[in-house]
């Protein structure tokens, strides 16, 4: 129960805290209310950065989805060129993460890393069909059990202003373990082929946890 009211905090998320715990003591020498201000402000930023444990499925005949946040997009596209796949088609899945959604991002799938590329990029909407394209965003290319390319892209907000990586290249990946997150109000965008979508436009993923495609 205490890890469910109080979930660890992601690496990222200590020196923010640091910096809004030294704020409300600012606030509130000034005023009360600004340090009420500055208390609701560091719960919020423990909040973003918290880090959950997820039950997995670990079954290679699934994909689980990779980012907490709305279903926005169901579609079948050409795969990304910048990873020289706009040839393949892809069913894709994109998941938006508004500031208030947990913002660690995981492995849909069990496989290997074959490829890591980050592009720099605008701060759009996330929400936007050109964020797909323009905005700062980062690919993991990983090739699963089955041998399909699985890719899952990280992109960058207009609120974002970093994206992190925690994978390394030729990584061998568990279903669902961490790869990553994106700092304040972002989107997730997975690629795959041979698999059945399970998801529709505007339903509520769980990172690691609800399933978005069966084999």
């Not at 670990?58 to 689980?64: A, H």
């Not at 279903?71 to 910048?82: L, Q, S």
């Not at 797909?132 to 041998?147: A, L, M, P, Q, T």
Request: proline share 3%; glycine share 6%.
């Amino acid at each position: 129960m205490f890890n469910k009211i109080f979930p660890k905090l992601h690496s990222e998320g200590y020196k923010f805290i640091v910096i809004a715990i030294i704020l409300t003591i600012i606030f509130y020498i000034f005023s009360n209310f600004l340090g009420l201000v500055g208390i609701v402000l560091t719960i919020w930023v423990y909040y973003f950065f918290r880090d959950p444990e997820r039950i997995i499925i670990e079954n290679n005949d699934y994909l689980v989805s990779p980012a907490d946040g709305e279903v926005i997009k169901v579609e079948v596209v050409e795969g990304p060129k910048e990873l020289g796949l706009e040839n393949k088609k892809f069913n894709k899945v994109s998941i938006f993460m508004n500031v208030f959604d947990c913002h660690v991002n995981r492995t849909p799938c069990a496989g290997q890393v074959e490829e890591i590329l980050y592009k720099p990029g605008k701060f759009l909407n996330a929400s936007m069909d050109k964020a797909s394209e323009d905005n700062e965003r980062n690919y993991y290319k990983i090739k699963d059990v089955h041998g399909n390319d699985i890719v899952v892209v990280q992109i960058a907000g207009l609120v974002a202003r970093r994206i992190v990586c925690e994978t390394n290249k030729s990584q061998e990946l568990k279903q669902g373990e961490r790869i990553g997150m994106i700092r304040f109000g972002s989107r997730a965008d997975v690629y795959y082929e041979n698999y059945e979508p399970l998801v529709k436009i505007g339903q509520t993923a769980v990172s690691g946890e609800t399933l978005i495609a069966k084999k």
